[in-house]
Structure formats: structure tokens, C-alpha cells
């Protein structure tokens, strides 16, 4: 399996709160990606990282912020947690950005905002 | 516009038929590329099989091919002798050149094998 590790798996929090999830891979890949997971609407990208350090929002990135200080780690951070984040949270690397480069995805999180 | 369309939300199939999943896409680039993935009940996101815009053959992987038309700009997922294993949901995905290669998801079909 590729190395990449989701923490955590399972959160349920309150409105209002913040929450951090954070993707860790071994790979050394350059890119990572975080995506959310709701019925019907398939994956949709949130924020990717092409370098430590640098980001960029995705389609749906309102209320979302991230951070990458390490090759290693990128952080998905809802500063002020609301039920329509509720979600899936799936966190994914790939070695380049071409038009065949295969994203490898990781366990997943699931986050419920009550 | 949706840039990945899959109608069908849910399918089902007899063991060991052949089943084609249905995917069409919408873009104006020239340089793309498609993928399909499969999303057990477990949850986890597995890469099934890829077609870049320049293949003029249809890829294959295993029982997995891609029935790539593209002046129709369909891709469809045709899996050989199904298995009780490949009861999941599968999804289709796009990178366009134009879009900063980020991948596009659709919506999924959910697949069950019938013994």
C-alpha cells in the first residue's frame, strides 16, 4: 500500500469548533490533494499542495484553509466546524501534475459537524 | 456544466456477465486524461485503469477495459466475468490540461454482482 495515513479516521464534533485533519505520506510526492466525499456529487477537490509551502483552493475550498510546512504533511483545517462540512474527507498524493499522473488516495476521514 | 457525467446511479449485474459502466465527459482541451476508480464498502478510493486523449488503443487492465470513444467523448468502464468482489461504487474522473490537470470526479454508479 501506498504511505499515506489520515488522522483521524472518525471525528464528530459541534458547531462552531475547529478541526484539524491532517495527512501524512511517505512517498515523497510532491503534490497532495484533499477532496470531500458527499452522496451524489462524487469527489470533489477542497485545496492541493504542489510544494512545501505552497497551495492553492480547489472547487469547493469556502472554509476550509490549508498548510503544508513538510514534504510530508498537509493539514485540512475548518476553522469554524458547520453541519454542511459533514463529509468524507479523503487526502491524496501523486508524483507530478501531467494529464497521467494517477492520484493515490488515502483511508479517509469522516467528519460529522452536529 | 458537469465536466463527468455517469447516469447510471446504480446497476445490477449477474455473476460472471460482462457489465459496462457508462462515463462521458465534457471538455474543450486536447490533452486529457481519464480514470476510473473503484470504492468498495470499505471506503477506500482504488485506481482501476487510464486512457490518456492520444491513446488510439483502449486500455486494459486485467478484466477491466475502457471503451474509449472520443469524437462521442464517452469512456466506459467494461468489466469481464464479474465477481461478488466487484460489487462497489465506481467513479470516473478527468484531468484537463486547461484546468491545471486537477482531477474531476463524477457523481459514481454503485455496482452489485448477484450471485
Known amino acids: 500500500d501506498a504511505g499515506i495515513t489520515q488522522s483521524p479516521r472518525h471525528k464528530v464534533t459541534e458547531t462552531g469548533t475547529p478541526v484539524t485533519l491532517r495527512c501524512h505520506q511517505t512517498?515523497?510526492?510532491?503534490?497532495m490533494y484533499w477532496y470531500r466525499q458527499d452522496p451524489g456529487h462524487g469527489l470533489r477537490l477542497i485545496h492541493y499542495?504542489?510544494?512545501?509551502?505552497?497551495?492553492d483552493k480547489g472547487e469547493v475550498s469556502d472554509g476550509y484553509s490549508v498548510s503544508r510546512s513538510k514534504t510530508e504533511d498537509f493539514l485540512l483545517t475548518l476553522e469554524s466546524a458547520t453541519s454542511s462540512q459533514t463529509s468524507v474527507y479523503f487526502c491524496a498524493i501523486s508524483e507530478a501534475s501531467g494529464t497521467n499522473d494517477v492520484l493515490t488516495f488515502g483511508a479517509g476521514s469522516r467528519l460529522t459537524v452536529l | 456544466a458537469q465536466k463527468i457525467t455517469q447516469t447510471q446511479p446504480g446497476m445490477f449485474v449477474q455473476e460472471k456477465e460482462a457489465v459496462t459502466l457508462d462515463c462521458t465527459y465534457d471538455t474543450s482541451d486536447q490533452s486529457y486524461g481519464l480514470f476510473w476508480y473503484k470504492q468498495p464498502s470499505s471506503g477506500e478510493m482504488i485506481f482501476l485503469i487510464y486512457?490518456?486523449?492520444?491513446?488510439?488503443q483502449n486500455a486494459t487492465e486485467g478484466r477491466y477495459s475502457l471503451n474509449f470513444q472520443k469524437a462521442r467523448k464517452s469512456a466506459n468502464l467494461v468489466i469481464s466475468a464479474s465477481q461478488l468482489g466487484d460489487s462497489a461504487m465506481y467513479f470516473c474522473a478527468m484531468r484537463e490540461g486547461n484546468a491545471g490537470n486537477m482531477l474531476t470526479f463524477g457523481g459514481g454508479t454503485r455496482l452489485m454482482v448477484k450471485p
Open positions: 499542495s504542489y510544494g512545501v509551502k505552497d497551495t
Open positions: 512517498e515523497n510526492h510532491r503534490y
Open positions: 486512457q490518456g486523449s492520444y491513446d488510439e
